[in-house]
């Protein structure tokens, strides 16, 4: 079955250093997004893409960046991680179809210490 | 510009009562309108969207959705709410102008007492 996998699951780093945040479809989907979830923000698009090569910023793109070199992956970096960036961050996609929903992840928790 | 509002942030409901979540969106054209579940621990779930057609949405788990444009409202509703049902849910719009974004609104939580 075609599915939608984050990896790590969970993540605890410190300040300052780089993370990288997989992200994986096999429903061969030409949009990808990354999200953040926060306590009182729901979620807020960090990033995305609508395919090989496009990448695109969202509303709180700070400290954050992706790339797409594949239709299957869009990992999320960030550059140097500070504690605001502690979050659970999902990744989603869609097919390039307007009106169709987005399929999700299940979520990485990551918290910066 | 696009917005989402659940003006709920919890919600409590005995099992087997009903249920109406509220959404409200901020929109020039016609949008297209979805509500997700999560569960805890898990990621988003579609349960149904509108975008045309039948104002009134039925989705799974037994929910059901009215879209109103008079009220800019989509409230999610069930007749009889099961344990199960306890989670977050999340309203989201989309722009029907070629873009694949959505905006999602803050969340509502629903805990269910026995």
């Known amino acids: 079955d075609a599915e939608i996998t984050q990896s790590p699951r969970h993540k605890i780093t410190e300040t300052g250093r780089q993370v990288t945040l997989a992200c994986h479809q096999t429903?061969?989907?030409?949009?990808m997004f990354w999200y953040r979830q926060d306590l009182g923000h729901g979620l807020r698009l960090i990033h995305y893409s609508y395919g090989v090569q496009d990448t695109n910023k969202g509303e709180v793109s700070d400290g954050y960046s992706v790339s797409r070199s594949n239709t299957e992956d869009l990992p999320l970096t960030l550059e140097s991680a500070a504690s605001s960036q502690t979050s659970v961050y999902f990744c989603?996609?869609?097919?390039?179809?307007?009106?169709?929903?987005?399929?999700f992840g299940p979520g990485t928790r990551l918290t910066v210490l | 510009a696009q917005s989402v509002t659940q003006p709920d942030i919890h919600i409590t409901v005995s099992e087997g009562a009903s249920l109406e979540l509220r959404c409200n969106y901020s929109y020039g054209a016609t949008p297209y309108l979805f509500w997700y579940v999560q569960s805890p621990g898990q990621g988003l779930q579609l349960l149904l969207k509108?975008?045309?057609?039948?104002?009134l949405v039925q989705g799974i788990k037994g929910f059901e959705a009215e879209f109103k444009r008079s009220q800019s409202s989509f409230n999610l509703r069930k007749p009889s709410v099961h344990w199960s049902d306890a989670a977050e849910y999340f309203c989201a719009v989309g722009a029907a102008s070629g873009t694949y974004k959505y905006i999602f609104g803050t969340g509502t939580r629903l805990k269910v007492l026995a």
């Open positions: 429903w061969n989907h030409n949009n």
């Open positions: 989603a996609s869609s097919p390039g179809v307007l009106y169709h929903e987005q399929f």
């Open positions: 509108y975008f045309s057609g039948d104002t």
